[in-house]
């Protein structure tokens, strides 16, 4: 019977868990607004940890907007601060390497859901215009 999660997997939603809170606890950072760390990748040899952030934010942010670029480079600067205490609190022989991105699904799927309710808002217009003629015809 095949194992359901790997180690890898394992490791990585328990480096999820732990930088949530460390972020959130530890880094005091002005320039580091609400984040929120929605994957965590690890490669095979544990040699490097990706870790996916959205920003929490009204507007929609891409990956070259200033704030985004700004708290990346906050994170990476405190990299090594966390892998510190990742390796405290979770007792692995080899901690990764932490590698910031930015996910950018969260700004695709906000564009998707505006698209959709778009042409929702559009097809309920065109059907409330088309019933008079519809109702008539009984």
Known sequence: MPREFSR?????DQIQRELAQLIQR???????????????????????AD??????????????????QTSLEVLQRASGFLRGHLGK???LRVVPQLRFRFD???GQSRH???L???????????????????????
């Open 8 to 12: 890898a997997d394992r490791v990585a």
């Open 26 to 48: 530890e880094v005091k950072d002005p320039r580091l607004g609400m984040i929120n760390i929605s994957e965590v990748r690890v490669t095979r040899d544990f040699g490097y």
């Open 51 to 68: 870790i996916y952030i959205t920003l929490l934010s009204t507007e929609e942010l891409d990956e070259n907007s200033e704030e985004v």
């Open 89 to 91: 609190s979770m007792r």
């Open 104 to 106: 950018r699904l969260a």
């Open 112 to 114: 998707m859901e505006s």
């Open 116 to 138: 959709i309710r778009k042409a929702v808002a559009s097809d309920e217009r065109r059907n409330d215009g088309d019933d008079p003629e519809d109702g008539g015809g009984a």
